[in-house]
């Protein structure tokens, strides 16, 4: 599709988007992670830099596909105005996307961020002692990175955007944990899919519901990834001033 058929309702926007699944270090050989791939995260990437913002894309541990995918886009002379910054861990995340996110119009946290990260980190491997069985491993929470920007605003106007990845349980439907999870987050839109049997991680399509910050549905979409990352755009587009 050429360039002139994508309405450019972002020029001049700055937008930060995280993609990817944080990974928390355990020693210097081992890490704690999740199977995000940031294809998703990529998608949202390249669909506002179509659409004409400028994109800073903080991209944690993206699947090798994706990298490749994000290196021919750039590489393809003025088809993306992206820059990326790298990072493992949420602590490096969340730096990365506060520093950019001081000049964004838009922030949107689509990366996989661990909850939780141990404790301490030895700068020596953990050795195994024979016969002794593993020691435990202490965790702490980690820092909410979207509430945080959701509820200091680190520019005025800023809009906040997150995404919920849920599966149904005893206590409420994916949609219900979904509401509950946007007022909780105080952000102006969250993306809630439905993930687990397949869904959601790893694969080229994705199924959304959009809600507001108080946990009213604005929108859905359902289709690629990028279909998705438009459908987001527009309801994004729709709260800019
Ligand atoms: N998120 C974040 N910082 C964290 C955890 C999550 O910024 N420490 C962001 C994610 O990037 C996503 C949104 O919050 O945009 C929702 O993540 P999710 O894991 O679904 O929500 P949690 O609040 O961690 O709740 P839970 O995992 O218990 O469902
Ligand atoms: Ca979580």
């Given at each position: 599709s050429s360039v002139g058929a994508v309405p450019q309702d972002l020029a001049g926007r700055r937008v930060v988007v995280s993609a990817g699944g944080t990974r928390e270090p355990i020693d210097p050989v081992r890490f704690i992670g999740n199977r995000s791939s940031g294809r998703q995260g990529v998608a949202l990437a390249q669909a506002a830099a179509a659409r004409g913002a400028d994109v800073t894309l903080v991209a944690a541990n993206l699947a090798q596909d994706v990298t490749d995918q994000v290196d021919a886009a750039r590489g393809a002379a003025g088809r993306l105005a992206c820059s990326v910054v790298s990072v493992e861990s949420t602590a490096e995340l969340r730096s990365a996307v506060r520093a950019a996110g001081t000049e964004a119009d838009v922030v949107v946290m689509a990366a996989a961020v661990a909850d939780f990260r141990p404790a301490a980190t030895p700068d020596a491997k953990i050795k195994k002692v024979p016969g002794h069985g593993p020691a435990p491993i202490e965790l702490v929470e980690n820092p909410d990175i979207l509430a945080e920007l959701a509820h200091e605003?680190?520019?005025?106007d800023q809009v906040v955007v997150g995404f919920a990845a849920e599966t149904g349980d005893a206590s409420g439907s994916v949609l219900d944990h979904g509401r509950t999870k946007a007022r909780r987050k105080g952000a102006d839109l969250i993306a809630v899919n439905a993930v687990g049997?397949?869904?959601?991680?790893?694969?080229d399509s994705n199924e959304v519901t959009l809600l507001d910050g108080a946990g009213d549905v604005v929108g859905h979409a359902s289709g690629t990834k990028r279909e998705v990352a438009d459908a987001v755009w527009d309801a994004v587009v729709k709260l800019l001033p």
């Open positions: 605003r680190l520019r005025s049997s397949g869904r959601g991680f790893g694969t």
